[in-house]
């Protein structure tokens, strides 16, 4: 199993402790594109592709809230990207 199907995963099963670096990673695996929409934008970031998500990044930790995960898990039900 790849490192990407790990997180992947992991990310499935709603963990604590999910961070928003390895979500950056699943998300640019997906072909998102991250988007800070410039230096006003404060911890909200949005990814980017046909439809975007737009959630807040965590601080002062990296650790995803809960919310987060479970929002970001439907996005990717409802792209065709998870089953």
Do not use: C
């Amino acid at each position: 199993m790849s490192q990407i199907e790990k997180l992947i995963e992991k990310l499935l099963s709603n963990p604590r402790g999910f961070k928003f670096s390895e979500l950056q990673k699943v998300m640019a695996h997906f072909g998102y594109i991250e988007d800070t929409a410039g230096k006003t934008s404060g911890s909200v970031v949005s990814f980017v592709s046909r439809r975007s998500i737009t959630i807040h990044r965590p601080h002062p930790g990296d650790e995803l809230p809960s919310w987060a995960i479970k929002k970001v898990v439907t996005f990717l039900k409802e792209e065709g990207r998870l089953t």
